[in-house]
């Protein structure tokens, strides 16, 4: 059983990080693909960073490709997600997840997916 786990969202001001962490156990296969995926109140699950087994990057939403950095542990069942200058615009829940195949934007594409960290950034 594969079981993935957020953590570290929280409140900070605008112009602030904050690094967010996600570990995915149980995971028996390589080749595996994690994301970060993030979803605002009355707004669709949007793609934000994606790391694929190999530690090739892609970034999807344009809002955040120069402020946001998606980075893997040396396990490959951890990533990281370090986010700067935060700005109101980033406020959502921030969600993990995980598919036995590379790098997609599309949220339909990942099999295994964390209940979400809150971000929240006031101006």
């Known amino acids: 059983q594969v079981l993935v786990v957020e953590s570290g969202g929280g409140l900070v001001q605008a112009g602030g990080s904050l690094r967010l962490s996600c570990t995915a156990s149980?995971?028996?296969?390589?080749?595996?693909?994690m994301a970060w995926f993030r979803q605002a109140p009355g707004k669709e699950r949007e793609a934000v960073a994606c790391i694929s087994w190999t530690g090739t990057s892609a970034y999807y939403a344009d809002s955040t490709k120069a402020r946001f950095t998606i980075s893997r542990d040396a396990t490959k069942n951890g990533v990281f997600l370090q986010m700067n200058s935060l700005k109101p615009d980033d406020t959502a829940m921030y969600y993990c997840?995980?598919?036995?195949?590379?790098?997609?934007?599309?949220?339909?594409?990942?099999?295994?997916w964390g209940q979400g960290t809150q971000v929240t950034v006031s101006s």
């Open positions: 997840a995980a598919r036995s195949a590379g790098c997609s934007s599309s949220h339909l594409a990942y099999n295994y």
């Open positions: 149980g995971l028996t296969f390589t080749n595996t693909a």
